[in-house]
């Protein structure tokens, strides 16, 4: 079935440091992916998302681009701040005939950004 | 913004009692959904709902489990005997049409003693 696999965590940078997280799926057909961002006692929130291959996700300088060939979604962002210290997740939603399905999530990655 | 707002955030349970969480989803979405995620492990799909009825379910949703959209606004997750292995986060999210983001709710703990 449609799976997401996601680096482990956690991952511990210094602020200003480029960050990446490393995010690859298994889905049949053609699935739309997400990164969500769950700071500490909150909710999921979604971060970006992607819906067709060589598509970027974009926000609040968070980056991630839908790699068809390598089965990737990788997270980035060029220069971390503390406020960043989240746990991130990747995820996918199966496209049935253009609506989507239920979302299937990694494990989540920690990150840590230390001042 | 509008919210997904979630109650309580902590349920205590001993094992064997019945519980209900409760989810109020953003006011004018159609699609509402449960997941849950045990500690150190993945957020897992439970169960779908729309036009007030089960769309999906998951293998995890069991004869123990149910949901309810009661009147126009709430919609509750009740485990009718938990046992030690309910104890998770449980999360509600919603969405005003399938082909978009769902957004989610802080979540319930929920422990099962």
């Known amino acids: 079935g449609d799976s997401v696999t996601q680096m482990e965590g956690p991952v511990t940078l210094s602020e200003e440091a480029f960050l990446t997280i490393n995010c690859t799926y298994t889905?049949?057909?053609?699935?739309?992916l997400f990164w969500y961002v769950q700071y500490p006692g909150e909710g999921l929130q979604l971060l970006l998302k992607a819906t067709k291959a060589d598509d970027k996700g974009s926000n609040k300088g968070f980056e991630a681009t839908y790699r068809k060939e390598t089965t990737s979604f990788h997270l980035e962002k060029g220069s971390v701040q503390v406020s960043d210290s989240a746990v991130y997740f990747c995820?996918?939603?199966?496209?049935?005939?253009?609506?989507?399905?239920?979302?299937?999530f990694g494990k989540g990655t920690k990150l840590s950004v230390k001042p | 913004e509008p919210e997904v707002t979630q109650t309580p955030s902590h349920q205590v349970t001993q094992m064997g009692q019945e519980v209900i969480l409760r989810c109020v989803p953003i006011s004018n979405h159609l699609y509402f959904y449960w997941y849950r995620q045990i500690l150190g492990q993945k957020v897992e799909f439970l169960v779908s709902f729309y036009n007030n009825e089960i769309s999906e379910k998951s293998e995890i949703f069991d004869d123990q489990f149910s949901v309810e959209r009661p009147d126009g606004s709430n919609f509750t997750l009740k485990i009718r005997s938990t046992k030690l292995e309910d104890s998770a986060m449980y999360f509600c999210a919603s969405v005003q049409r399938d082909n978009q983001p769902q957004h989610f709710g802080d979540g319930t703990r929920l422990s099962i003693l």
């Open positions: 889905a049949t057909g053609y699935p739309s």
């Open positions: 995820a996918l939603s199966p496209n049935y005939g253009g609506s989507q399905g239920n979302l299937i």
